[in-house]
């Protein structure tokens, strides 16, 4: 796992309130590399979210690009931590992520994927367009 | 009777460290003890399976498995209940078990905007299969029926499905109307009653109906189990769709006879604990002064809509007498996905998103609303919390 990403869960671990566990959530959103509205399309929305949530992965020079843009900031901010953990890595590393990390912030109340997961659902756009 | 909490064991859980709120009971509702305390004896004491065995354990069991339906035929004066899974599955059986039978090419089923798609994607598969034809009738921006558009749109059909309380407004409908109109002109009526039935004990055969479906579990009851409700005519009208054991009467190579009772539409070992633990719920029910109750829950929906609409947001929905206490609700400045999950952090349990009910938020204009709803246990208190936690959330996050 790269530096950023354990020092963010790290630090989703020490805070114990969930309601600052949110607060710091909603400021990862910033980390995040904007997909702009206009680009949004079919092919750039992740099933499973109740919000309008993009996404666009690609490789370039062997590294993973990721943007990703939402109108919910939870959700914003749950790219935010995707985009640390994968956009500027190298695909092997990507390859060998498992989205188990998630469970580290202390927000899923469910692991299950599912309708209401769009979370997971995120994660699997990225390995999917990694040719997983 | 006010409901005491006390009934209501998970009243007492702890959500993210914080008192549970529970305000999505038009999903679900809360169990008293006493049907949780049913079902566990069920098990414990005299699980067997029903209509089969003569042994003493299988006597109690069919006993109090028949018991729920002797209970559900007089809570509601209906002379037919047939167990489902709940109203999906009741609803599902009408198109299968009625619908096949008795409608032809050309028919014509009417429904409305404000259905859940548990009553509009059965009616659609039906019409794959039958080239029957499907209309709806529009809800008007006061968030109620058009009823000139229904009078206006009555040619030709055979069925109205109608729901009894809209799950995302409140509204409850005009079904007299409806109901009597129909009639008139020779068209039977499906009640889409699960938001219904939890508020007011109705009486099916009064209110003229055809069909009624209901779930359990929206009326404290367990999961798994609910039932449609169905006249004489009707019921001798149906055909089984499901067959297999227990809706038989012999059954040879050649071919079969089935039972001349609802277990004719009940293939297979039913729901009986599910059974056992409704009845225990409509037992409970029947010692609530459920109009009193009702009338309580919809003050508190109505102070909380207006509280909210203070606070900006806009309201879905408008709280007259029958309507149920269900609060529609959005903000511009706060996605309804992130407020469940703030009010989530506190200890609020609410729901956000279509609710089953596309075509009903596409009228409205919207992809989705946040929605409180109220249920017996609930206090103003509670509310008075709620509205509190959203202004609290509206500072941090609006
Ligand atoms: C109006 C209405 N109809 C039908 C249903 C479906 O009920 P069930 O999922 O129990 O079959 C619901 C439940 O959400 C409802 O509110």
Redesign the pocket.
Known sequence: MNEALEEILDEFEEIEDRMEKFEFLHDLSDELNQLPTEEWTDSTRIDGCQSEAHVKVWIDSGLVQFRGGADASIVAGLMGIISIAVHGQTVEYVRALQPEFLARTGLLNSLTPSRSNGFRNIFSRVKIAIGE | MVVPRTDFPILNREIHGKKLVYLDN???TQKPKVVIDAMNNYYENYNSNVHRAVHLMAGEATDSYESCRTTLKNWFNAERAIFT???????NLAAHAWGKENLRSGDVVLMTEM?????IVPWQLLADDLDIELRYIPVKEDFTLDLEAFDASLDGVKLVCI?????VLGVRNPIEYVIEKSHSIGAKVLI?A??GVPHKQIDFEKSGADFM?M?A??MMGP?GI?ALLVTEEIFQSMRPFMGGGDMIQTVTLKGSTYQDNEHKFEAGTPKIAEAIGWKAALDYMANIDLEAEHSRLVEIAKWTSSQLEDLGATIYGRYSEQDAAVVSFLFDNLHPEDLAHYLDAMGFAIRTGH???QPLLERLGVKGTARASFYLYNTMEEAVEFIEAVKYVLEKFG
């Not at chain 2, 259905?115 to 009553?119: F, K």
């Open positions: 038009a999903a679900t899974s709940g109203t999906t599955e009741a609803i259905e859940h798609h548990s009553d729901v009894h309380t809209s799950n889409d699960a938001q479906a779930s579990h929206k999961t609910g609710h089953c009910a």
